[in-house]
C-alpha cells in the first residue's frame, strides 16, 4: 500500500482544513487508517484511527470533539476534517496504515511501530 497525504496549508487559529489521503492497491478496505502528527521538537503521536469498514473511529482527546476521520473505501480514500483549529495542533500529519485484524477491539493501535505504511506527511501550521 503506498500513501499519498495532502491538504495541510496555513490557517488562522478557528479555522478548518480537511487533509486527504489516498491510497493505492485493491485492499484498501483491509486497512485500519490513522492520522498521526508530529510538531517541531516533538515524537510523532497519535491523532485518529478508522477501522476498514469505517464503522468506528477513535481520536486522541487533543482532537476529540474537533477533528473527524472518514473513509471512502470506493475511492480509497481516508480524510481527516479538522475544525477549531489551535496553534497547538501545528505540526506535520502524517496518514499510516494497519492490517485491520491489529485492531482487534477497543481501541486501536497508537503506537508508530504497529503501523506497517506512511504516506509524507502534510504540514499544517495554525497562526494566532
Known amino acids: 500500500v503506498q500513501l499519498q497525504a495532502s491538504g495541510g496549508g496555513l490557517v488562522q487559529a478557528g479555522g478548518s482544513l480537511r487533509l486527504s489521503c489516498a491510497a493505492s492497491g485493491r485492499t484498501f478496505s483491509s486497512y485500519a487508517m490513522g492520522w498521526f502528527r508530529q510538531a517541531p521538537g516533538k515524537e510523532r503521536e497519535f491523532v485518529a484511527a478508522?477501522?476498514?469498514?469505517?464503522?468506528?473511529?477513535y481520536y486522541a482527546d487533543s482532537v476529540k470533539g474537533r477533528f473527524t476521520i472518514s473513509r471512502d473505501n470506493a475511492k480509497n480514500t481516508v480524510d481527516l476534517q479538522m475544525n477549531s483549529l489551535k496553534p497547538e495542533d501545528t505540526a506535520v500529519y502524517y496518514c499510516a496504515a494497519i492490517l485491520s485484524h491489529l485492531w482487534a477491539a477497543g481501541t486501536p493501535p497508537q503506537n508508530l511501530q504497529e503501523y506497517d505504511y506512511w504516506g509524507q506527511g502534510t504540514q499544517v501550521t495554525v497562526s494566532s
Open positions: 478508522i477501522r476498514g469498514s469505517g464503522f468506528s473511529t
